[in-house]
């Protein structure tokens, strides 16, 4: 992983991903991997809008002792973030990675979902650290 790495570049991996959990953990939360990318490609998002999109999630991992537990809220995270996105309250990059990573979530069977599920959590807390460091 090089720092030369763009958030496009980012973007082009994971979409050659079948489902997120085919993702390595290196890869995402490792310095100058994914997560750092995308956190310093976003310096100007809002800490306070990560931290309430996080949180939404950070609920629904509460419930997720099955895909089925948390279909539902996990679907409706994508108006709440296009709606965060129209309002301008978070930046476009910001917005079409998460989509990106988002549509490997619902892949395969429940269990496999609710595995990508864990990983987009993971990858999410990466993102919400990288932000820190890069904001204080």
Do not use: C
């Amino acid at each position: 992983m090089s720092n030369s790495m763009s958030i496009e570049d980012v973007k082009r991996d994971i979409s050659t991903l079948e489902k997120l959990s085919d993702l390595e953990v290196k890869k995402y939360a490792d310095t100058g991997g994914y997560a750092d990318i995308i956190a310093q490609a976003n310096k100007n998002l809002k800490t306070t809008q990560l931290r309430k999109f996080f949180g939404a999630i950070r609920n629904m991992e509460k419930n997720a002792s099955s895909w089925e537990n948390i279909e539902a809220d996990f679907y409706l995270l994508k108006p709440q973030l296009a709606n965060a996105r129209g309002r301008d309250l978070i930046p476009k990059g910001f917005y079409d990675i998460m989509m990106s990573i988002m549509d490997k979530v619902d892949r395969g069977d429940d269990k496999e979902k609710l595995e990508n599920f864990r990983v987009f959590v993971s990858f999410l807390e990466s993102i919400v650290a990288y932000h820190k460091f890069y904001t204080s």
